[in-house]
């Protein structure tokens, strides 16, 4: 039942809708079928399904809102829930920043977010995407650890105000970590799509492999500024941490987007001209959902262009304080590339670092957007051109406002898999100037 149709989700809805007695009512319905396999000192661990469908009812009376859910669909329990909701909204507290349900909303056609051809995954297929896994990591005398998860998943949403939304969507996240037997080398490669054909497990862990076997060994190198070549997921998780960019916030004196004395950096030069990012539900690239929870339209918007700060993310109720439209906040971001491939950018480097990934990335500074964190799984000097030898990892302190702004080159964009958050990246391998490593990491 996990998957519904969009006149199955809607019928359900409604049914729960003619309940409601309040002032307000919106009814959501999230389904979900989830699939994955693990594995771990090469042999398969864990495999298994899940399948979920959960129906929300937030309820208000005037600026009292009480919300519940439920799995269960019949008349009695669709009621049940109602009343539930209708019953908490009147416990609780007038909110000062509540809003009333939107209208019917207009969305810009179908959604790119589903794909048949990972609808069908079969367990046979997470079984020999394992194997393609850890049959060449054995033969390389490496170890491999590895997860694959797809899902198939639709979200609907309907209210007393006539607004009513669908979307259905697919995608497929493989992340594989290679250890040498020797424990001193340590790779990583990862792909996350909506259409499984575009991930092939065996060329993704191939990447691993060899970046294993390459580190193996590796030699301590002074911390300081080098020249960096991130490649494209240890760029993305730096440049996801200035995208949340929240007008509250920022008009609020509380971001680095605020302005000393007052108002915003919208407007002003912020980083290299050459950077220029989106946001698109209709990429092909990282496809998203045309609209998000209650039910407000997301749209193609410039988010940085020229290296100009073109726009901030209003929900709502700050737009109504402030007398704009609001602005929902992005599921996606697309940062525009260059032609330059990762080993043109290698060739044309005197000295430098290349970085496969970054992890536990904290912050220092809010305000300059100073963070920290951690090289990991490959990470090699650079000499005239080649890579010379693989390095120990370095911790980093450094800022995306200030590495954006000493961007050298712009490489082939691609999806990119961060370490950590949420939000879908399409962003370019890049070259970058005096990039502070402030101290070793004795850690593979």
Do not use: H
């Not at 000192?41 to 495999?47: D, H, K, L, Q």
């Not at 898999?417 to 949420?422: I, K, L, P, W, Y």
């Amino acid at each position: 039942m996990a998957i519904l149709s969009k006149e199955e989700a809607r019928k359900i809805l409604e049914k729960a809708l003619s309940y409601s007695k309040a002032d307000g009512c919106s009814v959501s319905l999230n389904g979900t079928d989830r699939g994955n396999i693990r594995y771990a000192r090469n042999s398969v661990s864990t495999a298994g399904e899940n399948t979920n469908v959960v129906l929300g009812v937030s309820s208000n009376f005037g600026k009292k809102l009480g919300t519940a859910t439920i799995n269960e669909f019949d008349d009695a329990s669709l009621e049940k829930v109602v009343r539930r909701s209708e019953e908490l909204a009147q416990l609780a507290p007038e909110n000062p920043e509540f809003m009333d349900a939107l209208p019917q909303q207009t969305y810009g056609g179908e959604s790119k977010t589903w794909s048949e051809a990972t609808a069908k995954i079969t367990p046979e297929y997470r079984a020999q995407a394992a194997a393609d896994s850890i049959g060449p990591a054995a033969a390389k005398d490496v170890t491999s650890a590895g997860y694959l998860e797809d899902s198939r998943s639709f979200s609907a949403i309907l209210n007393n105000k006539g607004l009513f939304a669908y979307n259905k969507e697919t995608g497929v996240d493989f992340t594989v970590t290679m250890r040498t037997n020797d424990g001193t080398g340590s790779g990583w490669a990862a792909r996350s799509v909506n259409d499984v054909s575009k991930l092939n497990a065996a060329t993704t862990s191939k990447i691993a492999i060899d970046k294993a076997l390459q580190s193996r060994n590796a030699k301590a190198l002074e911390p300081g500024k080098y020249t960096v070549i991130l490649e494209a997921s240890a760029a993305a998780d730096l440049v996801r941490l200035m995208l949340n960019m929240n007008a509250r916030q920022a008009d609020e004196g509380r971001s680095f987007l605020s302005k000393k004395g007052g108002g915003t950096k919208v407007g002003e030069k912020l980083v290299d001209e050459r950077v220029n990012i989106y946001t698109d539900p209709w990429s092909d690239e990282v496809p998203s959902s045309p609209w998000q929870n209650d039910g407000q339209a997301r749209k193609k918007m410039d988010i940085i262009k020229n290296g100009v700060v073109s726009g901030l993310f209003y929900d709502r109720y700050w737009a109504t304080q402030k007398n704009v439209a609001p602005v929902p906040f992005p599921s996606n971001a697309i940062m525009e590339g260059g032609t330059a491939s990762l080993e043109d950018m290698i060739k044309d480097t005197a000295k430098g670092v290349l970085v496969t990934r970054f992890w536990y990335i904290r912050p220092v500074d809010p305000q300059t957007l100073l963070f920290t964190g951690l090289t990991r799984d490959g990470t090699f000097y650079i000499e005239n051109g080649k890579i010379k030898y693989p390095i120990k990892n370095f911790r980093f302190n450094e800022s995306p406002i200030i590495m954006l702004n000493n961007l050298e080159t712009l490489g082939k964009a691609e999806r990119a898999v961060t370490s950590e958050g949420q939000l879908s990246l399409f962003i370019p391998n890049m070259k970058i100037r005096d990039f502070t490593f402030s101290s070793l990491s004795d850690a593979v």
